[in-house]
């Protein structure tokens, strides 16, 4: 593990007004950090505000004396602050690779409340709807039983839950989704995919998740797509339509890239996802479908004004976002014109005038606060 003396925080900014030291230690984050700080908290809610406000705290007496300490690093240490787990260093001197005497936080990972005790783990359900309830049953072959099926994993502000999330997804799907109700017919199934599966961002806390299995995540999953693959390689009969919502998208990202290096140039035909709301670019969610010969529509991007989080990765790299627009539907100009300017007033505004006199918070709250409504 590196030393942090090695490391160069120099560029770090603070992280609120009220963390520039006149009250406590200084309080420093990398303003890399942005992208992912809006990913695990909505400054638009109550309970994101809240959060945001806790992690001043940190610039008191207590910081790395109550918090988990890295036994192989004695200089980093973790907390948990509402949703969101914080890791920082904590530095008592200046030196060149610091900006003085604080709290330096280098890292923002999705902690999952703990459930009831009742809670699902990882991995592949057939969710059906009865009487008035989306119910649940673990898929134990290799078939993907249904049309329509669903990527992703709700977060309801403090926890992932299974059965949140067929009931979230549900509701979507039978109204506001325009999934053919014919083929949907009251039942898809899910790939139930918390964010900790795919990018190591999460934290396991309840036992219900220790019970996921080994491959559980992208691999499991690009096993399931290679299974359904047609004897004849030439019959390309659309069979399933996949929406990914939210974080799902970086699920199925890292499942694009696992079933490529399986499938032996095998190629996912039968197959068409849609993107809601993805918290990856769709850029690069469309090559990797492209890649492997899966389908997409036109209506394969649906977005929520609203979804600050999702709006953030597709202004962050805004010329592989409207690339992958304009392959899924080259009309869409006006659409590909407003994330591409959006992109470079994320750049200016955000990223390039980060600099030592500017707060993080500051430039979070703007961010939240212009890209509520619309692309900035």
Not at 165 to 189: M, R, V
Request: glycine share 8%; aromatic share 12%.
């Amino acid at each position: 593990m590196a030393n942090p003396h090695n490391t160069d925080y120099t560029h770090f900014i603070f992280f609120h007004e009220k963390t520039k030291g006149q009250n406590g230690k200084p309080v420093f984050i990398d303003p890399k950090l942005l992208p992912r700080f809006i990913d695990l908290i909505d400054l638009n809610s109550e309970a994101g505000i809240k959060t945001a406000n806790q992690m001043n705290l940190l610039k008191g007496p207590t910081a790395g004396i109550t918090s988990d300490s890295n036994q192989s690093n004695g200089f980093e240490h973790r907390e948990y602050i509402g949703t969101v787990q914080v890791t920082y260093i904590v530095y008592q001197e200046s030196n060149s690779h610091n900006r003085g005497p604080g709290v330096y936080i280098t890292e923002l990972k999705r902690a999952n409340g703990s459930s009831d005790g009742k809670s699902l783990p990882a991995g592949f359900y057939q969710s059906e709807f009865e009487g008035e309830n989306w119910k649940l049953n673990s898929i134990k072959d290799d078939i993907i039983p249904t049309a329509i099926g669903a990527i992703g994993a709700f977060f309801d502000g403090t926890k992932y839950d299974a059965l949140s999330t067929a009931k979230e997804y549900g509701s979507y799907l039978k109204s506001t989704g325009n999934a053919d109700q014919k083929q949907l017919n009251n039942c898809f199934s899910l790939y139930y995919a918390p964010s900790y599966l795919v990018d190591e961002l999460g934290v396991w806390k309840t036992s219900a998740q220790k019970l996921s299995g080994p491959d559980a995540g992208p691999r499991e999953l690009a096993r399931l797509l290679y299974k359904s693959l047609p004897w004849d390689e030439r019959d390309e009969t659309l069979k399933h339509h996949w929406y990914v919502f939210g974080e799902g998208a970086k699920m199925l990202h890292r499942t694009l890239k696992e079933f490529s290096q399986i499938a032996g140039g095998k190629r996912l035909q039968q197959h068409c996802f849609y993107f809601v709301n993805p918290r990856e670019n769709i850029g690069l969610l469309v090559q990797e479908v492209e890649k492997v010969g899966a389908q997409t529509k036109k209506t394969s991007y649906r977005h929520s004004l609203d979804d600050i989080a999702s709006k953030v990765h597709q202004v962050k790299d805004g010329n592989s976002a409207t690339t992958g627009l304009q392959k899924i539907d080259a009309s869409w100009t006006k659409f590909d014109k407003m994330i591409q300017g959006s992109s470079n007033y994320y750049q200016n505004k955000y990223i390039n005038s980060l600099d030592n006199n500017r707060t993080f918070a500051d430039a979070a709250i703007k961010f939240a606060r212009n890209f509520k409504d619309g692309w900035g």
